[in-house]
């Protein structure tokens, strides 16, 4: 035990400096993917036949492949029709994608779950569509999606991991690092696990007092 | 077309292992999840407390790590594994913490009054377990259950880090030889896409005809 404390602290520098990393790529993701989300959401719910389509397809192809093989389709051919990605810049671009698809499904679930009524006497007090998804629907429906959001980023602070395959230096990058220096694996890698673990509970414990925090009374 | 077609016989190996890979892992998870399952539903408090931490802990790591712990960490102790057998220990470990939460939901959604109704014929609660509780629970979990096969299926691409030939390490091999990125992982993608696809439709179609007339219960989770 004492010589886990010991390798962990040594390492611990350098694993700050992937834990930005990781926290840059989830933050940024998660509020892309949330943009992303809300758009294929209303598409899919309010949209005509054309744009639900359009909307459905993203949504079950991004859902029905692996996340690893969408950052490679990203990382590894857009050169081939002349586009150079950085490995952060290609890694938040198709976490952001990806996560939007699923995003887009909870928000969904939240719209349809906000009363039909609610859009009718939207539009007798001479709203236009538009404002009464903005400002009747919306603010209802993201205040009941947060449970199921604070799920997404969760997996999506986990799924960061993933860009250690493209070569970005973050959280997992830096202790593959520290490990293949001091061939600490077991205790490297424990600690490394350690940090997503204490970041994890720390994001559930914030957004579950932002749930209550904005919660409407008596809904 | 000699070149698309050397190279579907690779990718079609590489799928070959994928399949194996998730099916493998899903069997080893399911065998730990119902232990997990009981240990949360029927355990005495410390049982319970453990089996929460357990699922709890392997849930918030990525399981990139959990297979670094698997391949990299366990030879400090002198365990080692070939890159297969430890993928489908961390994939089998992962998805046994998230099953186990599909079949505690499951065995809590049989109602209070069977198991009493069990009870009260005489049987004793081993019996009532496997006679009343156990077979609703599994039906129950059939819905969900597609959803973790999703996962673990899209999972299985992970392995390709620890040098398992599965479907993407393949293509990788081919892209490395070809140059052909764009064709070769969107095959690759078109080959995820039609297995979780056609899952899904198959599981649907079986779940109807598994079902318990009068009782449905869909779960929502990350697919």
Partial sequence: MTHFIEVFFQALPLLMDGLKFTMELAIISIIFGLGIGMLIAILRVYGGKFSYTLSTAYVELIRGTPLLVQLFILYFSLPQIGIHLSPLVASIISFSLNSGAYQAEYIRGAIQSVERGQMKAAFSIGMTKWQSIRLVIMPQALRKVIPSWTNEFVYLIKYTSLAYLVGVPELTAQGEFVASRNFEFMNVFSGVALIYLSVILVITWLFSNLEKKVKIPGV | ?223
């Fill in chain 2, 1 to 223: 077309m000699e070149f698309f077609l050397s190279s579907m016989s690779v990718i079609l190996r590489g799928t070959g292992v994928t399949v194996k890979l998730t099916v493998t892992s899903l069997f080893l998870g399911a065998i730990i999840a119902v232990f997990v399952a009981l240990a949360q539903v029927y355990g005495k408090w410390w049982l319970n407390f453990i089996a929460t931490a357990y699922e709890r802990v392997l849930r918030s790591i990525p399981i990139l790590i959990i297979m670094f712990m698997i391949f990299f960490g366990l030879p400090t102790f002198g365990i080692r594994f070939d890159p297969f057998i430890a993928a489908v220990i961390s994939l089998g470990l992962r998805s046994s913490a998230y099953q186990s939460q599909i079949f505690r939901g499951a065995l809590l959604a049989v109602s209070e009054g069977q198991i009493m109704a069990a009870r009260s014929l005489g049987m004793t609660g081993v019996q009532t377990f496997f006679h009343i509780s156990f077979p609703q629970a599994v039906r129950f979990s059939i819905a969900p259950m597609t959803n973790e096969f999703t996962i673990v299926l899209k999972d299985t691409s992970i392995a390709y880090a620890l040098g398992v030939t599965e479907l993407l390490r393949e293509g990788t091999y081919i892209v490395s030889t070809t140059y052909e990125p764009l064709l070769i992982y969107s095959m690759c993608a078109a080959i995820y896409f039609v297995i979780t696809f056609g899952t899904n439709k198959f599981v649907s179609i079986m779940e109807k005809g598994f079902a318990i007339p009068g009782y449905e219960v869909r779960g929502v989770e990350r697919g």
